[in-house]
Protein backbone atom coordinates (compact mmCIF):
# COMPACT_ATOMS: atom_id res chain seq x y z
CA UNK A 1 0.00 0.00 0.00
CA UNK A 2 0.93 3.45 -0.54
CA UNK A 3 2.92 5.03 2.24
CA UNK A 4 4.73 9.06 2.74
CA UNK A 5 6.90 8.83 5.68
CA UNK A 6 8.28 12.24 6.91
CA UNK A 7 10.89 13.30 8.89
CA UNK A 8 10.89 14.41 12.44
CA UNK A 9 9.90 17.71 14.05
CA UNK A 10 12.46 20.63 13.70
CA UNK A 11 13.15 23.57 15.42
CA UNK A 12 14.39 26.64 13.80
CA UNK A 13 14.97 30.29 14.24
CA UNK A 14 13.98 33.44 12.35
CA UNK A 15 15.73 33.30 9.10
CA UNK A 16 16.86 30.04 9.13
CA UNK A 17 16.35 27.16 6.28
CA UNK A 18 14.75 24.19 7.29
CA UNK A 19 14.47 20.89 4.99
CA UNK A 20 11.70 18.18 5.37
CA UNK A 21 11.73 14.42 3.92
CA UNK A 22 8.93 12.40 2.36
CA UNK A 23 9.93 8.86 2.03
CA UNK A 24 7.68 7.17 -0.44
CA UNK A 25 6.66 3.42 -0.81
CA UNK A 26 4.25 0.71 -1.89
CA UNK A 27 3.90 2.52 -5.98
CA UNK A 28 7.05 3.63 -7.98
CA UNK A 29 8.24 6.85 -7.23
CA UNK A 30 8.22 8.46 -10.81
CA UNK A 31 4.38 7.64 -11.24
CA UNK A 32 2.90 10.59 -8.79
CA UNK A 33 3.61 13.91 -8.11
CA UNK A 34 4.44 15.03 -4.23
CA UNK A 35 3.13 18.03 -3.13
CA UNK A 36 3.86 19.72 -0.35
CA UNK A 37 0.88 21.95 2.29
CA UNK A 38 1.08 23.54 5.25
CA UNK A 39 -1.53 24.00 8.08
CA UNK A 40 -0.68 26.67 10.53
CA UNK A 41 -2.39 27.16 13.99
CA UNK A 42 -5.97 28.41 13.27
CA UNK A 43 -5.39 28.54 10.23
CA UNK A 44 -6.44 26.74 6.88
CA UNK A 45 -4.54 24.72 4.16
CA UNK A 46 -1.99 26.25 2.15
CA UNK A 47 -0.01 24.28 -0.84
CA UNK A 48 3.16 25.13 -1.18
CA UNK A 49 4.02 23.66 -4.24
CA UNK A 50 5.04 20.10 -6.30
CA UNK A 51 7.33 18.38 -8.10
CA UNK A 52 7.28 15.66 -10.43
CA UNK A 53 9.85 13.14 -9.50
CA UNK A 54 10.15 11.65 -12.88
CA UNK A 55 11.54 14.96 -14.47
CA UNK A 56 12.35 16.96 -11.24
CA UNK A 57 10.35 19.69 -12.46
CA UNK A 58 8.49 22.02 -10.23
CA UNK A 59 5.72 24.07 -9.71
CA UNK A 60 5.88 26.14 -6.59
CA UNK A 61 2.53 28.58 -4.84
CA UNK A 62 3.50 32.22 -5.52
CA UNK A 63 3.41 32.98 -1.80
CA UNK A 64 5.92 30.81 -1.33
CA UNK A 65 8.22 31.45 -5.01
CA UNK A 66 11.94 32.55 -3.60
CA UNK A 67 11.80 30.87 -0.23
CA UNK A 68 10.86 27.01 -1.56
CA UNK A 69 13.07 24.28 -2.96
CA UNK A 70 11.71 21.00 -3.99
CA UNK A 71 13.90 18.14 -4.96
CA UNK A 72 13.44 14.41 -5.28
CA UNK A 73 16.29 11.43 -4.96
CA UNK A 74 14.83 8.41 -7.01
CA UNK A 75 17.28 6.31 -5.51
CA UNK A 76 15.92 6.12 -2.04
CA UNK A 77 12.35 7.34 -3.31
CA UNK A 78 12.35 10.48 -1.15
CA UNK A 79 11.39 14.07 -2.21
CA UNK A 80 12.36 16.86 -0.14
CA UNK A 81 10.99 20.75 1.07
CA UNK A 82 13.51 23.10 1.62
CA UNK A 83 12.27 26.80 3.09
CA UNK A 84 14.27 29.19 4.04
CA UNK A 85 14.02 32.56 5.52
CA UNK A 86 11.46 31.45 8.06
CA UNK A 87 9.21 33.40 10.00
CA UNK A 88 6.67 32.88 12.68
CA UNK A 89 4.00 32.20 10.74
CA UNK A 90 5.90 29.22 9.39
CA UNK A 91 5.41 27.43 12.64
CA UNK A 92 2.94 25.30 11.18
CA UNK A 93 2.45 21.32 10.66
CA UNK A 94 3.58 20.78 6.57
CA UNK A 95 2.70 17.63 5.05
CA UNK A 96 3.57 15.61 1.79
CA UNK A 97 0.55 14.41 0.09
CA UNK A 98 0.70 12.79 -3.68
CA UNK A 99 -1.38 13.32 -7.06
CA UNK A 100 -1.49 11.23 -10.45
CA UNK A 101 -1.21 14.51 -12.26
CA UNK A 102 -0.22 17.81 -11.16
CA UNK A 103 -4.07 18.95 -11.89
CA UNK A 104 -5.39 17.12 -10.13
CA UNK A 105 -6.92 16.17 -6.38
CA UNK A 106 -4.40 14.81 -3.58
CA UNK A 107 -4.34 10.90 -3.08
CA UNK A 108 -2.61 9.84 -0.24
CA UNK A 109 -0.94 12.24 2.60
CA UNK A 110 1.87 11.65 4.87
CA UNK A 111 1.52 11.88 8.92
CA UNK A 112 3.05 15.50 8.76
CA UNK A 113 6.03 17.46 10.07
CA UNK A 114 5.95 20.25 12.68
CA UNK A 115 8.38 23.09 11.84
CA UNK A 116 8.79 25.47 14.57
CA UNK A 117 10.13 28.56 14.29
CA UNK A 118 11.50 30.28 17.56
CA UNK A 119 13.77 32.36 19.04
CA UNK B 1 -5.31 33.29 -7.77
CA UNK B 2 -8.65 31.33 -7.07
CA UNK B 3 -10.01 31.96 -3.71
CA UNK B 4 -12.16 29.41 -2.03
CA UNK B 5 -14.27 30.61 0.70
CA UNK B 6 -16.42 28.18 2.77
CA UNK B 7 -19.09 28.55 4.95
CA UNK B 8 -20.02 28.14 7.37
CA UNK B 9 -16.82 28.67 9.72
CA UNK B 10 -18.50 26.40 12.39
CA UNK B 11 -21.63 24.20 11.95
CA UNK B 12 -23.15 22.79 15.14
CA UNK B 13 -25.76 19.51 14.14
CA UNK B 14 -26.85 16.67 16.11
CA UNK B 15 -25.85 12.91 15.73
CA UNK B 16 -27.99 11.42 12.59
CA UNK B 17 -28.98 14.71 11.15
CA UNK B 18 -28.10 16.10 7.93
CA UNK B 19 -25.23 18.36 7.25
CA UNK B 20 -24.61 20.28 4.17
CA UNK B 21 -20.95 22.27 3.86
CA UNK B 22 -20.58 24.78 1.38
CA UNK B 23 -17.66 26.29 -0.98
CA UNK B 24 -17.08 28.83 -3.09
CA UNK B 25 -14.97 29.64 -6.16
CA UNK B 26 -14.18 33.37 -6.86
CA UNK B 27 -14.24 32.16 -10.35
CA UNK B 28 -14.78 29.48 -12.85
CA UNK B 29 -13.16 25.82 -11.35
CA UNK B 30 -15.08 23.27 -13.80
CA UNK B 31 -15.16 20.29 -11.63
CA UNK B 32 -11.80 20.41 -10.05
CA UNK B 33 -12.92 20.13 -6.86
CA UNK B 34 -12.03 17.78 -3.98
CA UNK B 35 -13.20 17.46 -0.35
CA UNK B 36 -11.16 16.38 2.24
CA UNK B 37 -11.74 15.47 6.50
CA UNK B 38 -9.44 16.24 9.33
CA UNK B 39 -9.67 14.98 12.27
CA UNK B 40 -7.10 16.40 15.35
CA UNK B 41 -3.66 15.28 15.12
CA UNK B 42 -4.63 13.43 12.03
CA UNK B 43 -3.53 14.52 7.98
CA UNK B 44 -6.35 15.29 5.73
CA UNK B 45 -8.19 12.53 3.86
CA UNK B 46 -9.70 12.16 0.82
CA UNK B 47 -13.30 12.05 0.92
CA UNK B 48 -14.83 13.39 -2.65
CA UNK B 49 -12.68 14.91 -5.80
CA UNK B 50 -14.06 16.10 -9.09
CA UNK B 51 -17.32 17.41 -7.43
CA UNK B 52 -19.16 14.42 -6.72
CA UNK B 53 -16.42 11.14 -6.87
CA UNK B 54 -16.39 9.62 -3.53
CA UNK B 55 -12.84 8.11 -2.93
CA UNK B 56 -11.88 4.52 -2.07
CA UNK B 57 -13.67 3.66 1.00
CA UNK B 58 -15.44 6.83 1.54
CA UNK B 59 -19.04 5.72 3.33
CA UNK B 60 -22.18 6.85 1.08
CA UNK B 61 -23.80 9.13 3.37
CA UNK B 62 -21.25 11.60 1.96
CA UNK B 63 -21.91 13.33 -1.42
CA UNK B 64 -20.72 15.99 -3.27
CA UNK B 65 -22.59 18.36 -6.10
CA UNK B 66 -21.99 21.93 -7.46
CA UNK B 67 -24.22 24.63 -9.11
CA UNK B 68 -21.61 26.92 -11.08
CA UNK B 69 -19.27 27.94 -8.81
CA UNK B 70 -21.04 27.05 -5.93
CA UNK B 71 -19.88 23.82 -4.03
CA UNK B 72 -21.76 21.33 -1.29
CA UNK B 73 -20.56 18.53 0.42
CA UNK B 74 -23.44 16.76 2.37
CA UNK B 75 -23.42 14.51 4.63
CA UNK B 76 -26.51 12.54 5.28
CA UNK B 77 -27.08 11.37 8.45
CA UNK B 78 -23.83 11.97 10.80
CA UNK B 79 -22.21 9.58 12.48
CA UNK B 80 -20.04 10.52 15.82
CA UNK B 81 -17.09 9.90 13.28
CA UNK B 82 -17.41 12.64 11.15
CA UNK B 83 -17.09 15.74 13.82
CA UNK B 84 -14.04 16.96 11.89
CA UNK B 85 -12.48 19.88 9.96
CA UNK B 86 -13.60 20.09 6.21
CA UNK B 87 -11.76 21.70 3.51
CA UNK B 88 -12.48 22.00 -0.03
CA UNK B 89 -10.11 22.43 -2.36
CA UNK B 90 -9.98 23.54 -6.31
CA UNK B 91 -7.15 22.31 -9.02
CA UNK B 92 -8.35 23.86 -12.16
CA UNK B 93 -5.53 26.59 -12.29
CA UNK B 94 -2.65 26.10 -14.90
CA UNK B 95 -0.20 26.42 -14.20
CA UNK B 96 -1.07 24.57 -10.96
CA UNK B 97 -1.81 26.77 -7.87
CA UNK B 98 -3.74 24.37 -5.70
CA UNK B 99 -6.12 26.70 -3.19
CA UNK B 100 -7.74 25.62 -0.47
CA UNK B 101 -11.18 26.92 1.38
CA UNK B 102 -10.41 28.00 5.22
CA UNK B 103 -12.11 24.75 6.32
CA UNK B 104 -15.61 24.24 8.76
CA UNK B 105 -15.25 22.69 11.67
CA UNK B 106 -18.43 20.15 11.77
CA UNK B 107 -18.86 20.00 16.11
CA UNK B 108 -21.54 18.06 17.49
CA UNK B 109 -24.66 19.79 18.70
Redesign the interface.
Known sequence: QVQLVQSGAEVKKPGASVKVSCKASGYTFTTYYIHWVRLAPGQGLDWVGCINPASGGTNYAHKFQGRVTMTSDTSVTTAYMDLSSLRSDDTAMFYCATSVLPRTHFDYWGQGTQVTVSS | ?IVMTQSPATLSVSPGERATLSCRASQNVGS?L?W?QQKPGQ????LI??TSNR?TGVAARFSGSASGTEFTLTISSLQPEDFAVY?C?Q?????????????TKLEIK
Open positions: ERAYAPRLFDAYQYNDWPPQHTFGQG
